[in-house]
């Protein structure tokens, strides 16, 4: 079963806008919350990622908001390019060990 | 970032035969290695997890005897792909962990994907 729900599926932006994916996960025993982002054909890389201990982080354009209560994570793409559309995953795993994966979501930035 | 390579970037191959598809950590020295198989327009599935000496971890559901991982060393990990089938046809990467690194994270570095076509 996933461990990690992520939403929406797929989502276009115009050039400029902030798309938002969202997370939530069920295990309180995770501690470490990363975002990939994974263009086709290739291996994903790390984006950013956050400890349950702070609410948020930014690096760059990309700003992960973290509600522990909640148990929910998101990702914001500040003034999204071209170049950003990606498919984007956010993970989860305990002690920094195996991660688990959302489903993904497809982002399409429009010029 | 540190390094991850993977070869061969394609790989077609005739059902029956064996593949063997290669993980290296170019400039870090990789205490676990991790194997994950991703089907078009879907997330990453791990399918086993390895240590530099250690026999590899699988995951439920994945076959020991067909997919065969050796870590040999801190830099190379290798999976082989025994009597493939068709069904194995997927896209397989690698991801490789050196520790916690100065942001006390122990960040899992991927490398590009091996494309396996059975035919």
């Known amino acids: 079963q996933q461990q990690v729900k992520q939403s929406p599926q797929s989502l276009i932006v115009q050039k400029g806008g902030i798309p938002i994916i969202n997370c939530a996960y069920e295990n309180t025993a995770f501690d470490y919350f990363p975002w990939y982002q994974q263009f086709p054909g290739k291996g994903p890389a790390l984006l950013i990622a956050?400890?349950?201990?702070?609410s948020e982080k930014k690096e760059g354009r990309f700003t992960i908001s973290f509600n522990k209560s909640a148990k929910q994570f998101s990702l914001h793409i500040m003034d999204s390019q071209p170049g950003d559309s990606a498919t984007y995953f956010c993970?989860?795993?305990?002690?920094?060990?195996?991660?688990?994966f959302g489903a993904g979501t497809t982002v399409t930035v429009r010029a | 970032g540190a390094v991850v390579s993977q070869h061969p970037s394609r790989v077609i191959c005739k059902s029956g035969t064996s593949v063997k598809i290669e993980c290296r950590s170019l400039?870090?020295?990789?205490?676990?290695m991790f194997w994950y198989r991703q089907f078009p327009k879907q997330s990453l599935m791990l399918m086993a997890t390895s240590n530099e000496g250690s026999k590899a971890t699988y995951e439920q559901g994945v076959e020991k005897d067909k997919f065969l991982i050796n870590h040999a060393s801190l830099t190379l990990s290798t999976l082989t792909v025994t009597s493939a089938h068709p069904e194995d046809s997927s896209f397989y990467i690698c991801s490789a962990s050196g520790g916690r690194g100065l942001a006390g994270y122990n960040e899992q570095f991927f490398g590009p994907g091996t494309r396996l076509t059975v035919l």
């Open positions: 956050i400890r349950p201990d702070v």
């Open positions: 400039d870090f020295q990789a205490t676990t």
């Open positions: 993970a989860a795993s305990r002690d920094d060990y195996k991660l688990s």
